[in-house]
Structure formats: C-alpha cells, structure tokens
C-alpha cells in the first residue's frame, strides 16, 4: 500500500509542477512527460532508503 501512496502523491505533485512549470514558459500542458517524470521520481524515492545506513555512523578519534 505504501507503494501505491507513494507513487499517487508524486503523481499530483509532478502534475502540478509541470502544469506550473509549463504556465510560467508558455507551453501546452504534457500529461505524458509527468506521467514519466512521476514514475522515475517514485523509483528513486523507494530506492533511496535501501542504499541509506540504518545505523548512525560511529565517531572514531573524537578529540
């Protein structure tokens, strides 16, 4: 379930900036660039606590 949460609010918020984004430059708003650019942000966004530590690092020769 937190998969399916985690890629419903980067899809809104990825929506919503493009549209923004797209506003400010003066461009047709692109349903598909976001849909793209929502489903590489939700990867990285799962991945990144896999390759974090889980412990605090250790502090060696402290002064």
Same mark, same amino acid.
């Given at each position: 379930?937190? #998969?399916?949460?985690?890629? $419903?609010?980067? $899809?809104? !918020? =990825?929506?919503?900036?493009? #549209? =923004?984004? +797209?506003?400010?430059? +003066?461009? @047709?708003?692109?349903?598909?660039? +976001?849909? %793209?650019? @929502? %489903?590489?942000?939700? &990867? &990285?966004?799962? @991945? !990144?606590?896999? =390759?974090?530590?889980? *412990?605090? *690092? *250790?502090?060696? +020769?402290?002064?």
């Amino acid at each position: 379930m937190k #998969y399916f949460w985690t890629f $419903f609010w980067t $899809f809104l !918020l =990825v929506q919503m900036l493009n #549209y =923004v984004a +797209g506003a400010m430059l +003066g461009v @047709a708003f692109d349903l598909n660039s +976001g849909t %793209i650019i @929502a %489903i590489v942000a939700t &990867i &990285i966004i799962l @991945a !990144l606590p896999a =390759v974090l530590p889980n *412990e605090p *690092e *250790e502090k060696h +020769g402290l002064h």
